[in-house]
């Protein structure tokens, strides 16, 4: 997918590089609020379950340290295309979200354990996630290298390589022992896979060159190459690409109604604009659906 940048970051490399990493700690109670805009639907807030009607909110689970998708504006609050979108679809629910920043390994079980209503940090749908929660599919997304600048990374030939990635994603829990594996039944080096709380601390860790290789999803990858002042650039281009999906409670009313306020927003043109506003329209969808992995 291609992607326009124009869009400020507080985390850029040179800060990084200084900080060694975000602060993604949020504060005690009950999470922060960016007011939704727009109209509320009242059929499609009818099909909130009882508690969310009653105390008016969502909580909702961020990892914020992925821009442009959701990440912390200078004064510490969360924003990104992934966060505007909700906050539109809150709108036509009626209710207020309220975005509690956590470790992105941290969150499903945090849904499944009650403490969160939904999981908001660019999920990719998988068929092994939706063992433990739903998933409402909103967005459609690859995987991108990117590697050192002047070091060419072959990401179907990374055998041993160090390669940066975030926690708990999908390319550290897949891709890259999947592709690992293929290494060592070949007799050749594994891959060697730094992990990182952050993806801001596994894109410095590609800039400053203590990793060969980084591996994400491609608004995430384009995003980083753009902000990374010309020490990272691609390697290859973006392959298996999969739905983004919002996380809930395994059988909650709630997916219901989180599908039909996104679709809403859809038809009614609001998220093309913001899709457009981010430049991400290339991974939007026409059709709001839920568990795309199983049922796609």
Known sequence: MRIRFGIPVLAVVAALALSGCVNNSAPAGQGSSTAPTGSKDSAIAALLPASIKSSGKLQVGVDATYAP????????GVIGWDIDLFNA??????????????GFDTILPNITGKKYDVGL???????????QVDFVNYYSA???????????VDPANACGLKVAVETGTTEEQ??????SKACTDAGKPAIQILKFDGQDQATNAVALGQADAMSADSPITEYAIAKASGKVQPAGKAFEVAPYGVAVDKGS???TALQKAYQAIVDDGTYKKILD????????LTSITINAAANG
């Open 69 to 76: 998708n959701e990440y912390k504006d200078a004064n510490g």
């Open 277 to 284: 506003k981010w430049g991400v329209a290339d991974g939007g």
């Open 121 to 131: 940090s660019s999920f990719t749908d998988t068929t092994a996630r939706e063992k």
């Open 89 to 102: 679809v809150s709108a036509k629910l009626g209710v207020k979200p309220m975005y509690n920043i956590a």
């Open 142 to 152: 690859g995987i991108l290298w990117a590697s050192t600048k002047g070091k060419t």
């Open 174 to 179: 897949d891709e890259l022992p999947a592709k």
């Open 253 to 255: 009313k709630l997916g």
